[in-house]
């Protein structure tokens, strides 16, 4: 006690403080590797602070490479999935946790076994899908599949169950429809949920590579893991624009954590109704 009123922050902090600079060393690394030149990343023992910046890997991202359409079309993929998840699996975690209707478990636990199998068995059937609907090569063959997340159903309804029923009940005898509730009562206390299903949605669909590299073909729809992989040659590698491009690419998941990072942790931490 004596400690925490000489501090101005909590102690806590004391040993916190090395380890998130620890997890910061990456992205620092990766941000100052790209203002190096191919001989500065090269050499060994590996120089921490360079003598000179280059901006060569920051001109070949922003000037030379389709980097720009490459990030409007991963905004385009992410934003979209993060949507019609936070909508589609809000619907489907309330109807499994509060409307009883038959075989509602058995669908239920049949949605949760799709969560081990693994894509591998999964993808050609998706890719002969996504080619009979003609949407291969488009966009839409990265967000069709992830309209929905079986992982997103589970986490809502999880989270619904625990909604005290006696505030849904009250809206109910004053006149509010099943809909209604879900709208004006569940969504508003599932806030948390909601942020945290966002964020998980978000990294994984930010960062997706294994299906864009099957399903995409053109360069003007690759997205940017897709397009990174296009400075690194079979013989060479351009590594001041891969970092570069890794460094733009990471800052939109930076910036969407720290946005939802109080309800991140509130979804965690705390019960949906206080007091």
Known sequence: MSLRRRLPFSPWHLALAPIAILFALPFAWMVISSLMSTAQINRFPPTIIPGSLHLEGWETVLGGAEFPRWFLNSTIVAVVTVISNLIFCSMAGYAFARLKFRGSTAIFLLILATLII??????????????????????????????????????????????????????????????????????????????????????????????????????????????????????????PAVMAGNALTALPVVVAFLLTQRTFIASLTSSAVKG
């Open 118 to 239: 693994p894509f591998q068995i999964t993808m050609i059937p998706t890719f002969i899908v996504m080619h009979d609907l003609h949407l291969s090569d488009t966009l839409g063959a990265l967000i069709v599949p992830n309209l929905v997340t079986p992982f997103g159903v589970f986490l809502m309804r999880q989270f619904f169950l625990n909604l005290p029923i006696e505030v849904e009940e009250a809206a109910r005898i004053d006149g509010c429809s099943r809909f209604g509730v879900l709208l004006h009562v569940a969504t508003p206390l599932a806030k948390p949920a909601l942020a945290t299903l966002a964020a998980l949605t978000f990294l994984v669909s930010w960062n997706e590579l294994f299906w864009p590299l099957i399903v995409i073909n053109t360069d003007s729809t690759f997205t940017l893991p897709v397009g990174l992989t296009t400075f690194q040659g079979a013989h060479s590698i351009d590594w």
